[in-house]
């Protein structure tokens, strides 16, 4: 019989994740002559998975509610799983970039936006539209590395979060101020941003990923801000919009033939792999959108 | 020759300023017959003067820029200075409280309102349009008289923040959640409605004044929500907003005249006790809008 690799909820962290604590990769076998299958089901072979950071909120005590649900322990961790582009640039955190950008950010041409994360899964996708759409583009990642692609998606400017000073490269980079903060972290880096916010600008609160394995709360001191520059802040989740999925992967596929989009991924090769993979994810190891090839 | 007398602004204060270090009443003479006058110039005698929170952020060191330019050392600080009614409810605070409950709040009929610093010259006015537009409507304030008066102003419910546990009381009175949230206050009771928020609410981010004299920022553990709540929060100034002063006024003579909305003024007599009387304000002393009456 064919064996079936699953990645197993073990516990509720508190912290990060640790693989065999929390997560486990189980290997089972599946009796594929005698599944139980309803008529209308299909039994499918996957090819890739997708990591993503939201993940980390499903690994949850089941009582506290949000927008998708919790995870239960023991059972097999869920995700996205079609081919490679549709899990990344044509699919979740394209379509993510997409949304958040048009319908929180409202990007006019001439407008300057920055963006935390931004050589990431729907980091790397906002700044490429933010280019076509005429702003100037500036972008915070956590290595040198990550740097150089920015450099070479053509944003205006990036710096490295974890060397450089944030206030004091923002000053620099952005002397007219920042219109649209497209947030993927929270914390100390939004609270700088409000400083560096023009009046009437926008923050599309995507994530905050530097809270999710962090329970210090990072202490804000800009929040008056809000206030005194009459900011917009306003969350949203992704899948809410699908009803114009189709309308994004059009516009989308439009730029790739272009060549105005170019997507790094970050592939990962083997289930086996995918614990240690999801926390590279939660710790900023990861390169681009993180895909586990599976066969 | 007549006397004049000016509250002059004497050195920027750090927490709550200090009346004799920071602020302090001068008397001083005008010659009201050479008094210089350029051409259309009008000397006016001044009957009412505006106490509003907004000038403790005048006190500022002028080098920070906002939306109001910061008070002069050795200058009188200045105020809005028309009849009691409009430097109230007709006025700058009733305006305040109908351009962000209705641009901001986009209150629908049915819906939970939760205001902070409720029975305030801003706050008294948005729970009474929101009973109009048939809201559910609960109020906070800092002394069980101010919770009398909301329950005057059928309130359908209202609780002292002081003495009360602010995350039971909502638990309590907003059993279905909160929509939309004007806030008065910032700090802590922000941080505690976040988590009473529905999906898709509106925070107006109308003040904090528990932030204004205090230099010891909250530490916030709910700003998660934003994204997986999908909240907006939005600040304005109404300054912004004064070509829709006209029909604000119309609206509101016409619910005055319906007997649709009441007023509570905190009438404090003479100049010389305007100092006190704005300490009293920042410190929720108060207890509606506060107006000086000069002569
Ligand atoms: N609202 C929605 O519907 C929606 C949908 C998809 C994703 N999201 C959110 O969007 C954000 C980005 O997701 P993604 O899929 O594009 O992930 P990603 O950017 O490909 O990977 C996560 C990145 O976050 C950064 N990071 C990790 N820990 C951090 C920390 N402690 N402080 C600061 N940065 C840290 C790292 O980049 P650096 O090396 O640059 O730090 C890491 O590479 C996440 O917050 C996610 O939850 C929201
Ligand atoms: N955005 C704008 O354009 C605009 C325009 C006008 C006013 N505002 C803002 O609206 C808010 C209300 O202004 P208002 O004129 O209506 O003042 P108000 O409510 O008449 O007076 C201020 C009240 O704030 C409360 N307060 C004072 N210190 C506090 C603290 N440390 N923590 C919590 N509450 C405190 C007190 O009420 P309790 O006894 O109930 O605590 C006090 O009576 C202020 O934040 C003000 O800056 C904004």
Redesign the pocket.
Known sequence: MPSNNGIIFKAIPDGYPVIGEHIELVTREIDIENFPLADGDILVKNQYLSL???MRGRMRNPQIKSYVKSYEIGKALEGHVPKSYFIGLLG??GF?AYI?LNKIGKPKEGETIFI????????QVVGQIAKIKGLRVIG????DS?IKYLDELNFDGAFN?KTRNIDEELTKLCPNGIDIYFD??G?E?LDIVLSHLNDNARVVA?????RY??NNPHVFKNLMYIVTKRILIQ?????DHYQEVDSFQKEMREWLKQDKIKYKEDIVEGIQNAPEAFLN????K?????IVKIC
Do not use: E, H, Q, R
């Open positions: 993503d950071p939201y979740m955190p993510t958040g935390s994360a931004a050589s990431g899964a729907v980091g915070s990642a956590g290595s990550k979060y993927n972290v914390g880096t995507c994530g905050m990923i530097s394995n962090d969350g949203f989740i992704v899948l994810l939660l710790t900023g990861n390169f681009g959108k993180v």
